[in-house]
């Protein structure tokens, strides 16, 4: 059947345009029908999706911050300021020589000047040139402190104390200007005057009691800036100023009090230690404060100093001293939880752990004999290792890998105290040990247990901990079969024993060394991996020691018996690994 053309006039009207429709339907149907199965029907190139055909958003680029470089303006007027004052000094000084000016006329003219830069400088520093206003604060408030000491010390117009309370109120309004700035150069010119005013205004004698209450004063009055601020976090220089400055200041008061006044100084040394805390946590606002940590470590650590000094300043004995010591353990233990919330992270977990972990090792010597210390330190390496493992199993990794540092830090201390005092006892000492029942055993034996957990752990830390496992407890074991020979060998300890071991003594060791590398090297064929590996080195390692020993040292000196004795002691092991190896693993023992 022929289609009929839709302009044919033998057609209705309304059929053409029907047909029409119709047709244009079809096209259009046609159409679609090719486009889905033209990639189908030949391979073109892969055409991007569309995804990547829409138009991707440009990464925001933050413009980084500007550094501030330092106007030479500001240079300029730091310099002049410094010029000033000593301009200032000199022309007082001239003054008085020449009689132009009388005390009252040159006191009031210092007021005057000192007043008016300190003005001019306040509008600076609330306006927009806040480095020259803190450059032009430092030489009023030095102008001012001049001219108050002079008035005392010179002129004798006032006691020394109330030119030290004047200069105590300018500092306060100083402050008071920067929590109204918002500045913290400003802060540390007020910190630097406040400071200075005690040496200024000093006239010897003992004052040191009055001398920490103004200084906990000051502490307290500029740390309101900061909380008043509700910023702060980025003022190093005021926070350092503070930290370092009062501490420092407390040292001389600390060592030269007197015995009635020390227990009331104590007291406001644990003032001080909780005003170091503020100072470096402050308030909880959106900036962070930067190096807290490492501001509450100086504290804590200058606070059991100083309380050491006073402790002695008592007259109390040593070793109740540690009852402190453990108390600012005990605060840096409980400071860990708020500090994590203060901080929104673990930032300050490891420093706190370690002021714990260090303030109860040290109150270990302080509280028993310094013998007690190595096996003490041992004992906290075991059980920080040891908690390692357990918090590596729940949902604490970052507190496990600070644990494991600290166990670490830990057994090395007691590793070298073993060292030390094992090598002394055994080699250089007349004093005998009971083998396996003294101090020096306890040092190796803990300390290897440490090692033992750690280097179960794997990575760097664990390479190091296996070495220093191997290293201490062969040698412990040594050490102590070497003295309990010579316990046989002479029965009455209270004769002692000459210097060094003997040479039965030595083929002890070597001996021992020989069974400690034939366990590893079959140990080490039942295990896979890098411990099969290690085990074996190990193994290998130290019968090649026995080996070269038995024969370099033992057998040039050892008579008959004793050289028969380490033959065959070192051969049987030897046989006796090899028909073990035989045995676990045939095939292998060759």
Known sequence: MESQDPQDPALPPDLTDRVARLEAQVAWLLQRQQAAVAPQAAPQPAAPNAASRAPQPRPVVRPATPRKEISPVVWIAGIGASIFLLGAIFFFRWAIQQGWVGPEIRFVLGLLVGGGISAFAAKLILGDSRRLGISLLLAGLGTLQFTFRAGAMEYHFYAAPIGLAATALVTLVAGALAARGRSGGALTVALVSGLIAPIVFSQGGHHEVALAIYLAV????????????RRGGTWHGARWTALLGVWLLLLP?????????????ALLLVLHLLLAGLWAWLPRTEETPGTPTVLWLVASILATTYGWLIWKRMDLTAETFALPILGVAALNL????????????RRADWGLLALTVGHLALAVPVALAWRWVGPLWGAFALGLAWASLKAEDSDFAEEAAALRWLAAALALATTCRWAFHGGDVLFFSYRPLTPFLNTVFAEGALASAAWFLLARRGGALGVLAFLALEVTANITLAFEASRLVLQLQTPDVSLGYSYGPTRAASIAMTLVWALSGAWQWIRGLRMEGSARRALMAAGYVWMGIASFKLIAAD?????????????????????????VANRKQPGSAS
Do not use: Q
């Open 218 to 229: 000051l502490m307290a009055a500029t740390l309101a800036v900061p909380y008043l601020a």
């Open 334 to 345: 409980a400071l860990v939880k708020p500090l994590r919330e203060r901080l929104d992270g």
């Open 253 to 265: 008061t600390c060592a030269e009090v007197l015995k009635p006044d020390a227990a009331l100084l």
């Open 555 to 579: 057998l040039s000196t050892a008579n008959t018996p004793l050289r028969a004795l380490a033959f065959l002691g070192v051969g049987a092991i030897g046989m006796a690994a090899a028909i």
